[in-house]
């Protein structure tokens, strides 16, 4: 299996990307934060199925469309950037569980699956992941595969860690000031981390 991959620093690599804070970890550290570690579950499944399939996808030849038609990769990109700002704006305006808020409602899981493919994080990991440890004259798909596996279960163990580091900052957040700071300071890690969009 992945014959011709260097399986040790392709971990590494995964590790490195994915355990980093960018805009996944900002979004399930403050979701388990508000909803506690099972209400973001939807989240953590969501973001990994969704970062797993974008990179088989990537791999399969989405990159060459994208290259072969720059203005479709440029309308992804802004769109991806809108969503995200959404996505702040849900964070900053969370109240947590037992509110009876309307806001007071998790990112489900297809939100989610969503988010993986508008992450710019996401897309600079899976392509630079591709470019480098995958072999020429390999098999195409068995080799993506792997990546994108790889990548998927280092994205589900950060993701994990991040909420359980959420939900464990959460009793931190008794009061309704220091909850809203959290929750502003989060979207605006969100939105800080759309640089490499805009730049």
Same mark, same amino acid.
């Given at each position: ?28 550290? =403050?979701?388990? =934060? ?5 209400g ?15 990179v088989?996808a ?24 809108l ?8 964070? !900053?305006?969370?109240d947590? !569980? ?17 988010? =993986?493919?508008?992450n710019?994080k ?25 990546i !994108? ?13 991040w909420?359980?580091?959420g !939900? ?7 009061s ?8 502003w ?8 981390s759309?640089a490499?969009?805009?730049?």
């Amino acid at each position: 299996m992945g014959e011709g991959i260097l399986l040790g620093p392709l971990v590494l690599f995964a590790a490195a990307m994915c355990l980093t804070p960018g805009p996944s970890v900002v979004l399930v550290t =403050a979701a388990a =934060a508000n909803f506690g570690f099972r209400g973001a579950l939807p989240l953590i499944f969501g973001i990994t199925l969704g970062f797993g399939a974008m990179v088989m996808a990537v791999g399969l030849g989405l990159a060459g469309l994208f290259h072969a038609a720059p203005r479709l990769h440029m309308a992804l990109k802004y769109a991806g950037a809108l969503y995200l700002l959404y996505l702040a704006w849900r964070i !900053a305006r969370a109240d947590g !569980a037992g509110r009876g808020s309307k806001q007071a409602n998790p990112i489900g899981f297809a939100g989610a699956v969503l988010f =993986a493919w508008m992450n710019p994080k996401g897309w600079m990991t899976a392509v630079g992941a591709l470019a480098a440890y995958t072999t020429l004259g390999g098999e195409v798909l068995q080799q993506t595969a792997v990546i !994108a596996g790889i990548l998927a279960a280092a994205c589900f163990g950060s993701v994990v860690i991040w909420a359980a580091f959420g !939900a464990a900052i959460a009793r931190l957040l008794g009061s309704p000031r220091a909850r809203r700071i959290f929750n502003w300071t989060m979207a605006g890690l969100l939105v800080i981390s759309l640089a490499p969009v805009v730049g």
